[in-house]
């Protein structure tokens, strides 16, 4: 059986949801689906029961994964290094919300597979709690808790409501695999009952530095993923030297502090996916700490900040005047803060002429589409390099 949401696109023999989100109905496209082969019609709650019903009948192990950042590379590298050993699906991309969750429990989790790695995102509170009641989480890796959505949830309080509900959703005999790193963590988790991982460059933790500085990981952040990786593959059993082995040759996925380079040298950190301030910060301490002729930092807007925007935006282009030689600021919220600073060394993306060996942060939140400006510098006809 496979379930589609969208009717332009379904194919006989498949089920068709209705989905009811912000400017559409799917009901209203029902017809559309019937009539392209669509072999029957559920509702939200129905797919949700389904997937439900699957999990209890296929009963492979859950894991999920959630933050305010890091949560996609850390589902990559935990599914990476399970599959070393084991047979198991995982959320594609960023389908973190409960129906996208749903729809690759339906679509993709195989009677064989032992493991699920699930990406777990909210922008309102329950969203993780639907996610956690519908898959059964075995284990719960929290990443991180920040500022991201403040907009949509109004404080860090409830950011932090909204995140603990992966640790409430987890058994009584279940795990949590905690970046203890993360001050929020900490505190969230005090209430927890169940067994508790640490990771983290902080001391006292249960997966450190020691065991990952070695390979060839560029950022904090990534090796962060790692550090959780390392941990869930020790509970399912595996040795170091195979979860090392899958760690040396993982790749972030595309956008997540990708090192990369353009023509004469000109070396790119493609941090292009997402942006808030914490992870905003950790890039700069990547940038900072990379060899190379000049340090530029391209950073667009961090959206969705609510009243911590203009504090946010100023902060982190301060930190970024200490680390870079030039800072180009991209959107309304980076120029007014650029503004205020009154900084000489901000410049704009049109003024700049590259060198050979420059270093290039490129940064922002998801809606700027900050990749363009990956393709401009790789492009021979964008740029002028000097």
């Not at 410049?347 to 990956?374: A, P, Y």
Request: hydrophobic share 40%; charged share 25%; proline share 3%.
């Amino acid at each position: 059986m496979k379930v589609n949401q969208d009717s332009r696109t379904i194919k006989p023999g498949e089920w068709f949801v209705a989905v009811k989100g912000d400017s559409f109905d799917g009901h209203d496209f029902v017809s559309d689906a019937v009539a392209n082969g669509a072999a029957e019609v559920l509702e939200l709650e129905e797919l949700f029961d389904l997937t439900k019903k699957k999990i209890r009948e296929y009963g492979p192990q859950v894991i999920a994964v959630t933050g305010s950042y890091g949560k996609t590379t850390t589902k990559e590298v935990v599914y990476k290094v399970l599959s070393s050993k084991f047979k198991g699906a995982r959320t594609r991309g960023n389908l973190n919300t409960p129906l996208g969750v749903a729809l690759e429990v339906i679509n993709g989790l195989k009677q064989h597979h032992q493991f699920f790695v699930a990406e777990v995102g909210m922008d309102r509170l329950g969203e993780i709690k639907k996610s956690c009641l519908m898959i059964s989480p075995q284990i719960g890796v929290l990443t991180s808790v920040g500022e991201m959505h403040l907009e949509k949830l109004g404080t860090l309080e409830n950011i932090k409501q909204a995140k603990s509900e992966l640790l409430v959703g987890l058994p009584v005999d279940g795990t949590a695999v905690l970046n203890w790193d993360d001050g929020n963590i900490r505190e969230i988790s005090e209430k927890f009952l169940g067994k508790k991982i640490k990771y983290g460059f902080s001391s006292g933790v249960d997966a450190s530095a020691g065991k990952i500085n070695n390979l060839p990981i560029l950022g904090d952040k990534n090796k962060q993923a790692a550090f959780a990786a390392y941990c869930v593959g020790k509970l399912f059993g595996l040795e170091d030297r195979d979860i090392f082995s899958v760690l040396r040759r993982f790749k972030p996925p595309k956008g997540r502090l990708n090192l990369t380079s353009a023509r004469n040298g000109i070396k790119i950190i493609d941090d292009t996916y997402n942006a808030g301030p914490q992870s905003t910060l950790a890039a700069l301490n990547v940038l900072e700490d990379l060899t190379g002729d000049r340090k530029i930092a391209i950073l667009g807007d961090m959206l969705e900040l609510g009243k911590l925007e203009k504090a946010s935006h100023n902060a982190v282009l301060k930190e970024a005047l200490k680390v870079c030689d030039l800072v180009v600021p991209v959107g309304d919220r980076m120029q007014r803060a650029a503004e205020e600073l009154g900084q000489r060394r901000f410049s704009s993306f049109g003024d700049l002429s590259f060198k050979n060996d420059d270093v290039v942060l490129i940064k922002g939140s998801r809606g700027m589409k900050m990749e363009r400006f990956v393709k401009r510098i790789k492009s021979k006809a964008a740029v002028s390099i000097v």
